[in-house]
């Protein structure tokens, strides 16, 4: 493989929803609308297909459960064991032990899924990975796909709670 067919392979293709080497984000109706800091969760293999803990027993491969990525965090694959390789094994594995296991909102999720996959290839040299760490530094580090979905995560939020502090202000004012 030439350097050009590396680079090509690994661009984000935001058409076709391809994020190579990352951990991609999508809001979860009413849950994100009265948390926003609260979503849906997959990882890409270096192809850019995106796996996802989508239920019990089922992880979705290039259909995220709850609709197109509107975030994600682009990872470093040499910051991986193995690199590439190390990388898309890992994505396998994870998915592998979660397309065998129940679907928890709280303690099993989506969040776990790509946090196991990021612990069986030490990313960053770490095993420390988990579900909370994750939605942070997703919240933080993550950038969104375009002003839609930044339209697609906040607006519900800012809708909502506009809504509650009129009816507050109406009914304290009545």
Not at 70 to 84: E, K
Request: proline share 5%; charged share 20%; glycine share 8%.
């Amino acid at each position: 493989m030439n350097c050009m067919e590396s680079d090509a392979k690994s661009d984000i293709d935001r058409d076709r929803q391809r994020y190579p080497f990352c951990v991609v984000w999508t809001p979860i109706p009413v849950l994100t609308w009265l948390f926003p800091f609260i979503g849906h969760m997959g990882i890409a293999m270096s192809s850019g297909v995106i796996r996802d803990f989508a239920g019990p027993y089922f992880v979705g491969e290039d259909d995220m459960a709850f609709g197109k990525p509107t975030r994600y965090w682009r990872l470093d694959p040499q910051r991986a064991a193995g690199g590439v390789s190390g990388w898309d094994r890992a994505v396998a594995e994870a998915s592998e032990v979660y397309s065998h296991r129940m679907h928890n909102l709280f303690c099993d999720n989506c969040h776990s899924h790509t946090a196991r996959a990021l612990n069986l290839m030490a990313y960053d040299g770490s095993i420390s990975w988990n579900m909370v760490k994750l939605a942070a530094l997703m919240l933080v580090k993550g950038r969104f796909t375009g002003f839609c979905g930044f339209l697609k995560t906040w607006v519900p939020f800012f809708m909502l709670t506009g809504a509650v502090l009129v009816f507050l202000w109406v009914t304290h004012v009545l």
